[in-house]
Structure formats: structure tokens, C-alpha cells
């Protein structure tokens, strides 16, 4: 779900204060539906990024090893935590939901290729 999405949902709902509380309670679970979609989604991009990049889960790892042999296997605080801070805001973030966008072709653009192509009809 798109950031857009999350602001109509949340015009319906200020709309629907107004309303009788069965439509106040319909509002607020389209609402709740928008967000646990958009966390999903965020959840999904960042458990994609750890499997791609391996140097994401070694910092991490290094990190929470570090504290918790400063702290003697407890962590407090996890918003102390630097890194896994950055990792969790960057999860969380709103993503364009890309498979859902078409893209069409606005005018013709000559692309500079460090090399000549060919395509299929050989022009």
C-alpha cells in the first residue's frame, strides 16, 4: 500500500467520526487493514534486503554480540543499538509497491551503452 492510500484512509476515518459508531468502527478497521498491509509489505523488502546483503547481517550481529558481552547477555535498550536502529527505521519505511505499477514508455531516449546493441529486428 502506497503512502497515498494510508492518507485516504485516514480522511475516511476523520469522515467517519462524524458518523453513527457502526460506520466509525468500519472506517477504523479499513484503517487498521491499511497499516498491518504496509507493515507487511516493509517487513517483506527488509527480510529480502538481509538475504541479499550478507554484510547487513554481520553488522548486526557484531553489534548485538558486542552489547550483550558488555552487558552480560541482556539487552536493556534495543533503540541503543545504532545500527539495528538504522535497519528497523529503513524496514519500516513506506515502499512503492512495485508490482502493482504499470510503466509505459513517454517518448524515445537514446541511452549512452558502453557498447553497440542489436535488437531482435537487428536495428
Known sequence: MGRSLFVAQTVILEE????PDAQFDDAIGMLRE????????SQDT??????????????????IATVRADTG???PYLNK????????????CPHVPVHWLTCSV???MVLPLPMPTCSLDER
Open 106 to 108: 513517454r517518448k524515445d
Open 16 to 19: 467517519a467520526s462524524k458518523r
Open 46 to 63: 527488509g527480510l529480502s534486503a538481509f538475504a541479499e546483503y550478507h554484510n547487513t547481517q554481520a553488522k548486526l550481529r557484531v553489534e
Open 81 to 92: 543499538l545504532s545500527y539495528f536502529d538504522v535497519v528497523c527505521r529503513k524496514m519500516l
Open 34 to 41: 491499511t497499516v498491518v498491509e504496509e507493515i507487511a509489505s
Open 73 to 75: 547477555g541482556d539487552i
